[in-house]
């Protein structure tokens, strides 16, 4: 399956955007990525974030993933107690999954709602 992942971060965003790449590259098979993109913060203030959309191949289940990206997440000390707009070490998203045929299997609807998604994805698409 192909998975398009969105990532951001505003809190050391260089360094946390680097341990999601280097931890991500473990677990998929021909990774490419978009060019990095600075975005105000969504829904509260705060520093700006950087985000990226990375898609690689993966027989990783869903569920599957979205545990790998939690603890990813944790790794980079991402504090689960703030509220849901805030700042935060790092995001890991799946936003699109494909089959090997390209049927979409998930699609989020961040897509629409955050060009911070949906402008990066547009790079791999």
């Known amino acids: 399956m192909k ?10 965003p ?9 931890a991500l590259s473990k677990t998929f098979d021909q990774i490419e990525y978009s060019s990095i993109h ?3 913060a969504e829904g509260f203030d705060g520093d700006d974030f950087l985000n990226l959309v990375l898609c690689g191949i993966s027989s990783i289940s869903f569920e599957g993933l979205n545990e790998k990206l939690k ?13 849901k707009f805030s700042s935060r070490t790092l995001d890991i ?5 494909l089959s090997d045929d390209g049927e979409i299997l998930f699609e989020s609807d961040e897509i629409a709602k955050y060009r911070f998604v949906s402008e990066p994805l547009a790079e791999l698409l």
Do not use: H, M
């Open 93 to 97: 998203d799946i936003v699109l999954q």
């Open 3 to 12: 998975y398009y992942l969105s990532i951001g971060s505003n809190i050391n």
């Open 38 to 40: 600075k975005t105000k």
């Open 14 to 22: 260089e360094l946390n955007l680097e341990l999601a790449i280097s």
């Open 71 to 83: 603890d990813i997440e944790d790794n980079a000390e991402r504090d689960r107690k703030v509220p």
